[in-house]
């Protein structure tokens, strides 16, 4: 049964491998903001593009305090190129299998032939503050995201 993650909710607490295989936990990233998105797969016109979005917007959301963090089920070594070719400064998660996907209750996709495009955006205390959920507007998630978390530090 796909649990289903909804603003308001502390974010599910999960381990996995980054591009260069260390074990993430996200549990060490609470006390800051986090921008957790989740995207279909590397490589692709789309995620590119939602990829270097968040790539050349990365000093706006470290400016605010915010971790990025993308996870697809693709493997550690797609990750690592994909990373590399792109230049990324900011962490992807391997979530072969699709475990931390289905537990977030992320949605398919494009009539359910493709894994969802959702970004997450958690608070300090990790609880999850906004849910953007959408394939084609991939600049939105960036937008929005910024929006929110610059809304989070002014209550701060």
Request: hydrophobic share 35%; glycine share 10%.
């Amino acid at each position: 049964m796909r649990q289903q993650i909804t603003e308001g909710s502390p974010v599910p607490s999960f381990i996995l491998p980054d591009q260069h295989g260390n074990q993430v936990n996200i549990n060490n990233f609470l006390g800051k903001p986090m921008v957790i998105y989740f995207y279909p797969k590397d490589e692709t016109a789309g995620c590119t593009k939602e990829a270097c979005s968040f790539r050349d917007a990365y000093e706006a959301f470290q400016n605010v305090g915010a971790e990025v963090i993308g996870i697809s089920s693709d493997s550690v070594a797609s990750h690592k190129s994909f990373g590399q070719k792109l230049r990324l400064p900011f962490i992807l998660l391997s979530d072969e299998g699709g475990r931390v996907r289905k537990q977030f209750g992320v949605p398919s996709g494009w009539l359910g032939l493709f894994p969802g495009r959702v970004t997450y955006i958690i608070d300090r205390d990790g609880i999850v503050r906004y849910i953007f959920n959408s394939q084609l507007q991939i600049q939105k998630h960036i937008n929005k995201a910024l929006e929110v978390l610059e809304g989070l530090e002014k209550a701060f």
